[in-house]
T-cell receptor
Framework: EDQVTQSPEALRLQEGESSSLNCSYTVSGLRGLFWYRQDPGKGPEFLFTLYSAGEEKEKERLKATLTKKESFLHITAPKPEDSATYLC?????????????FGKGTKLTVNP | DVKVTQSSRYLVKRTGEKVFLECVQDMDHENMFWYRQDPGLGLRLIYFSYDVKMKEKGDIPEGYSVSREKKERFSLILESASTNQTSMYLCASNENSGANVLTFGAGSRLTVL
């Protein structure tokens, strides 16, 4: 069974204080690993897809990396508007491969 | 701009009522999904559909049913609402090939009294 564990559950940073969020996963065969951002009361918004170990993707202050067991979302010099819950999900290649399995998320708060 | 539209953002229903949550996508996506999201539990898949009139149970289908009569529309039905179905419900869709990004709706917050 595919599983995703995100840590920490919550993270408070000062503006400009860089950090990383972790997503550990087990999957029978990885089709893709996804990062989403979710603001309160809204649906998740897509950030990145990673397909294979060693891959990296960047968008503004965010950089996602992938190994065979985990993914990191690095946040460089965060701003208050980066405050949100960040969700990680995996899609496997085995039965029911249309499904994504989500982690519980990391709630990030960036204080000015 | 592509969209997944959930018709009701906020609903308040009474125990035992029949509840319909509607979702429409304009991207011609084959796959559509219903998730519920609860604090501490994350997103859990209720049902999904990979084609018109086709449906598959997700991880927590009990107490729910779905309907997909047209490709663009996927409905979630609570036959007899209960208080433990109070939650945020999220509809999503994607294409049926490779690792495809889910596009989510804004969510429907349901309160069952």
């Amino acid at each position: 069974e595919d599983q995703v564990t995100q840590s920490p559950e919550a993270l408070r940073l000062q503006e400009g204080e860089s950090s990383s969020l972790n997503c550990s996963y087990t999957v029978s065969g990885l089709r893709g690993l996804f990062w989403y951002r979710q603001d309160p009361g809204k649906g998740p918004e897509f950030l990145f897809t990673l397909y294979s170990a060693g891959e990296e993707k960047e968008k503004e202050r965010l950089k996602a990396t992938l190994t065979k067991k985990e993914s990191f979302l690095h946040i460089t010099a965060p701003k208050p508007e980066d405050s949100a819950t960040y969700l990680c999900a995996v899609q496997g290649t085995q039965g029911g491969s249309e499904k994504l399995v989500f982690g519980k998320g990391t709630k990030l708060t960036v204080n000015p | 701009d592509v969209k997944v539209t959930q018709s009701s953002r906020y609903l308040v229903k009474r125990t035992g009522e029949k509840v319909f949550l509607e979702c429409v996508q304009d991207m011609d996506h084959e796959n559509m999904f219903w998730y519920r999201q609860d604090p501490g539990l994350g997103l859990r898949l209720i049902y999904f559909s990979y084609d018109v009139k086709m449906k598959e149970k997700g991880d927590i289908p009990e107490g729910y049913s779905v309907s997909r009569e047209k490709k663009e529309r996927f409905s979630l039905i609570l036959e007899s609402a209960s208080t433990n179905q109070t939650s945020m419900y999220l509809c999503a869709s994607n294409e049926n090939s490779g690792a495809n990004v889910l596009t989510f709706g804004a969510g429907s917050r349901l309160t069952v009294l």
